[in-house]
């Protein structure tokens, strides 16, 4: 990673964490006291042991009150260390929570290109990631990393005011070494960490990816196939972790020599000192305390900064999901979409998912208010691409699109999907209870509402039946529940949120012939007075629409009411003639 990134990384965090400055103060108070009461440790032991050196003087007494502050001045660097870990803990949390839930609502208000292209268990496995990752660089770098050089600087001063200046210069030039040589090994490693993180990421996605097609791994006999692929990932993950320990191994024994090498060379000049009888036992005693007190946070001191370094280029994987840009906006002039009769107007729409790519050419038609339209033909005509953007999923790449004379670019989208419902094609349903998925279109309803929309979706019956009723789980998407059952909980909780507009994507696809007629005529009773736009496949769920687009190729190639097309005996008949005696009815 890039120092650029890191410091990137870094302002991304701090905003977060200075919402809070009174407690990071208070937290940098305590951690100077405590850092005080440290250094001060080995001066008083100092003054303790010549008191009890017979060489010094000719009478030997207990040195009491310099014990007791020995004593009290470890108990004051400990208090202050816990007051200030305590202090510091809502800041920590806190930020770890703004950030996720942060990043949470960002990606629910990125596009829905996003979306079809994004891996989840590697969005999983980054926030995750990132959020310890957060949790372990406000905890050590402002607590050990900090401490570390502020406690250097109060030993080199210390050194210097009281002895020859080559104590503080080796002091100063082994941490100094210590610190370049970590550097550089540091960033040597951190290739190996990627390459991990990278393949932890790509392997967990297609374990994931896997476990959802859990029924499709089985309809073709490819477990062997699915678990060759992630062992195969895994086994990337694998070289660059042994590479990582090996590494960690170098450096380790590299700062072991340097802290050796430091340690010995004040140790003989501490040891000169006293036998040439320019140092007492006491300065001896001073100077150890102080080295093991120095390096041996030093020591750990790598061990942070390499986790540091490791914490950043989590948190680096997670704030590019912040960075994300929104490829759908609110203007900051967008005003609340005001229903009158709910009358829906394409004007002239043309729509490229990408540049090379044409789904929609020239689409001009119009719904009045109260009516059902219904938009029918081949897969891939572009039936669907007219929903997305109704509901505001992508703009036209040219063109508009209007509700009551509203231009739906010019308003809210909160507004504007509030007023929309949609039962899609592919219903998805939340690893929760079915009362939970049903009452999901209108959270604060009540549980008669929520029973009377299972009602009127023919499906409260089959619930009623059930060992647990209401509360019975529909596992993870679903998948408990055929696709029948799945798409009439679509439809009672899309009734439940009673919109203005009513969208139903192939609602009665995955229906048996019993089912999708009763369901047809309670959707022909809720969607009266209301705004109908049906997607559908087959044409006689929509022989009663008030009128009927007929799509090729992402352009409108007829329209009309269902005898009118008949008559004209163009592509809708031909596909009504297909349906009703082709060969695909037997």
């Not at 042991?49 to 020995?70: G, H, K, N």
């Not at 949470?104 to 268990?121: E, I, K, V």
């Not at 993870?476 to 679509?490: H, M, N, T, V, Y």
Request: hydrophobic share 45%; glycine share 6%; proline share 3%.
């Amino acid at each position: 990673m890039k120092s650029s990134q890191d410091w990137q990384a870094i302002r991304s965090l701090l905003p977060y964490v200075w919402q809070y400055k009174t407690r990071v103060i208070l937290a940098l108070v305590l951690l100077c006291l405590a850092k005080v009461a440290n250094v001060s440790v080995p001066l008083v032991l100092k003054g303790a042991v010549d008191a009890l050196d017979p060489q010094l003087q000719d009478v030997i007494y207990l040195p009491v009150i310099l014990l007791i502050a020995y004593g009290l001045l470890r108990l004051a660097s400990t208090v202050f260390n816990e007051l200030r870990d305590a202090l510091f803990a809502k800041v920590i949390y806190s930020s770890v929570r703004h950030i996720a839930g942060n990043i949470f609502s960002h990606l629910h208000r990125l596009s829905l290109r996003f979306h079809l292209q994004r891996q989840t268990g590697g969005i999983s496995r980054d926030i995750e990631r990132g959020s310890r990752g957060i949790t372990f660089l406000l905890n050590f770098m402002i607590f050990n990393i900090l401490p570390t050089l502020v406690e250097i600087a109060l030993v080199t001063i210390i050194l210097l005011s009281q002895y020859d200046s080559i104590f503080a210069i080796i002091t100063t030039g082994t941490t100094l070494v210590f610190i370049i040589f970590t550097l550089i090994i540091t960033e040597w490693r951190m290739r190996f960490r990627r390459a991990m993180n990278e393949m932890d990421s790509a392997a967990n996605n297609q374990a994931i990816d896997s476990l959802i097609n859990y029924e499709t791994v089985k309809y073709f006999s490819n477990e062997a196939f699915e678990a060759s692929r992630y062992d195969s990932k895994l086994a990337v993950w694998e070289k660059s972790a042994i590479r990582n320990q090996t590494s960690l191994a170098v450096m380790n024994m590299g700062q072991g020599f340097i802290i050796a090498a430091g340690l010995t060379a004040l140790m003989l000049l501490a040891g000169k000192g006293v036998v040439d009888g320019e140092m007492t036992i006491g300065d001896l005693v001073l100077v150890n305390a102080y080295l093991l007190q120095l390096y041996l946070p030093l020591g750990f001191l790598g061990y942070i900064y390499r986790e540091i370094r490791h914490a950043l280029a989590d948190m680096e994987r997670m704030f590019d999901l912040l960075n994300q840009g929104e490829e759908i906006n609110d203007r900051n002039d967008a005003t609340t979409l005001a229903i009158t009769e709910g009358h829906i107007r394409f004007n002239h729409v043309d729509f490229d998912y990408e540049p090379d790519r044409s789904i929609l050419k020239q689409i001009d038609f119009e719904v009045p208010g109260g009516q059902k339209i219904a938009i029918v033909g081949a897969s891939g005509s572009g039936k669907s691409t007219l929903v997305r953007l109704l509901f505001r999923f992508y703009d036209p790449t040219s063109g508009s699109i209007e509700i009551d004379g509203q231009n739906i670019r010019h308003v809210t989208q909160q507004s504007l999907r509030q007023v929309i419902g949609v039962v899609p094609q592919d219903t998805v349903l939340f690893n929760d209870s079915l009362f939970y998925n049903i009452q999901y279109g209108c959270p604060e309803a009540s549980p008669e509402a929520v029973i009377k929309a299972a009602r009127q979706a023919h499906i409260h019956e089959f619930i009623s039946s059930l060992p647990h009723g209401y509360n019975t789980l529909v596992g993870e998407r679903g998948l408990k529940l055929s696709g029948g059952e799945k798409q009439r909980i679509a439809i009672a909780r899309t009734l439940l949120k009673n919109p203005s507009i009513l969208v139903f994507d192939e609602a009665t696809s995955a229906l048996d012939s019993h089912s999708e007629n009763a369901i047809a005529q309670q959707l022909i009773q809720i969607s009266q007075h209301k705004t109908t736009l049906v997607i559908a496949h087959r044409l006689s769920t929509v022989v009663d629409a008030d009128n009927i687009l007929v799509m090729k190729d992402g352009q409108i190639i007829e329209q009309g009411s269902h005898q009118n097309l008949l008559d004209r005996k163009g592509h809708y008949a031909d596909m009504w003639k297909l349906q009703n005696h082709g060969p695909q009815n037997f």
